[in-house]
């Protein structure tokens, strides 16, 4: 589990001017203060303070330790930048259904200065975003997840190894048993990909983990295929987390 220091808002802080620098002054997309970045330093630093995480499931705990010591998910690492919640479920919002792929910038910011993010990025060989259907890349013409992976490390980008079948099912609103119902066999790997993925450190990133249901099931797609490590890598987490019964 993670220690929670001052030393990694500290360091954001002063790297916050490098949170979407604006070509031309805008606005905090949180708390409208003008001219701003599109996430201001106090926002960051009211609403994005370091919790003290399970490194297994990202869920916030206690010195007591997670749940899933007894009921390990299917993936090495969860890392994440903040709670599914006020403001930064408006920030995923803007990002996935405002046609506003550019505000990635910012999300990924956060995402790479929350803990041990660094070093995961740096020791992967390969960064994966979770694929959409093709139904739902028309409707939204980009996929969030490959948006912020491409900010994240352009070098270690694969996109097109982890496909995802059409009509995978809308996750919004269905219970945890249907999201692992719906998810199943939704990921598959492209022909002639297994070889890039073989023994292979990978970070998976997506934009939100609720249940966990789809980035586990992606995380199984790709052990199969090989990959030695994988660690999924989310900008917000649900504060209830994938052992809660939704
Ligand atoms: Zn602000
Ligand atoms: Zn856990």
Redesign the pocket.
Known sequence: MFGVGNQWLSRLAQRAHLLTPARWPSS??????WP?HS??E??IQRFAQPQLRCKTCALKVSELGCRCVQEPPPIDACLCAVDYDFPWADCVKRLKFHNSPQSAQSLAELMRHAPWVEAALDQAHWVIPVPISAQRLRERGYNQALELSRRLAPAKLLRHALLRHHGASHQVGASRKERLENMADSFWIAPGAHAQLVNQRIVLVDDVMTSGATLFEAARCLRQAGAAHITGLVFARTPSGWGARQ
């Open positions: 905090c997309h949180i708390c409208k203060s701003r996430i201001c106090a926002c």
